[in-house]
């Protein structure tokens, strides 16, 4: 049953971490924060996995706008990381919450000797009631944001399905700006449709993804689904809902009609 879910892993956008100008957005980190320290105070356990350092770094760094050189998006990627990070690290420890930073390349999730020595890792981290934070090591790891690819990872929402299956996760939640998925793309279609559950990645539930949302973060619908199917093949649930209103995560892990749910396949 969903309500049961145990271990959950949360993915937050860059749109939902970040104002339009890059700079963070400190009301919606705080809620993230204050949310995820009470679902730990409820017995769960959480992994974070959270986008925004090159936006953020892009800020920091007082740049007109994101890098399009590769080394300069690294630059800001190692900015916007220990930003980001010392920010997470002071806000947790006001909900008395302890965090990890963990980066990862494709070749920790790829290599196997190197993905059991990372899976070791979170349990440790979470036997001992610490949240792990995620990204990936983008100040190293050129394929994403060169490209915008990668044949491992390819985006934070795929990295998210990645460690849930990793960490045998019972539930993925991803935040985004929108409230799920809908039937058409509800920024110029004002009568589109919200599509509460799916049960099976259809040509048609693909042919209803629109592209990326914003020049701050890489993920649209598209990449939410390629994650859904990683999910939904590794036997948990995954959840679309509104990174606006953190609330949505309560009754996901309740099992409440919030956002669009993958449904995972039976076996």
């Known amino acids: 049953m969903e309500h049961e879910a145990r271990r959950i892993v949360v993915k937050v956008g860059t749109s939902t971490l970040t104002h339009s ?44 706008e994101r890098p399009k050189e590769l080394r300069m998006k690294q630059a800001a990627a ?12 002071r806000l947790f420890a006001e909900y008395n919450q302890s965090v990890g930073q963990i980066l990862l390349t494709g070749d920790d999730v790829e290599v196997e000797s190197r993905a059991e020595h990372l899976s070791n890792t979170f349990s440790a981290l979470l036997e001992m009631g610490i949240i792990p934070i995620v990204n990936e090591n983008d100040s190293v790891s050129s ?40 039937d058409a793309n509800p920024k110029t279609h004002p009568d589109a449709r919200l ?19 914003s020049w701050r973060g890489t993920g649209g619908m598209v990449t939410k689904l390629h994650a859904a199917a990683i999910a939904m093949l590794s036997g948990f649930d995954m959840v679309i809902t509104n990174g606006k209103k953190m609330e949505n995560i309560y009754a996901i892990v309740e099992g409440k009609d919030v956002g669009t749910r993958f449904k995972a396949k039976k076996e």
Do not use: W
């Open 21 to 64: 100008s890059g700079a963070v957005d400190l009301r919606s980190m705080e809620k993230l924060v204050r949310t995820l320290s009470d679902l730990r105070g409820m017995g769960r356990e959480v992994i974070l996995v959270s986008s925004g350092a090159i936006a953020v770094g892009t800020e920091k760094m007082k740049l007109a």
């Open 195 to 213: 599509i509460h559950q799916v049960d099976d990645l259809t040509p048609d539930i693909f042919d209803m993804a629109g592209e990326a949302g």
């Open 143 to 182: 394929a994403e944001i060169e490209t915008e690819k990668h044949k491992v990872l390819g985006d934070n929402d795929r990295l998210s399905a990645i460690v849930a299956k990793l960490c045998h996760a019972d539930l993925l939640i991803l935040l985004s700006d929108i409230e799920g998925l809908y």
């Open 78 to 89: 190692s900015v916007g990381q220990c930003q980001m990070m010392s920010m997470y690290d």
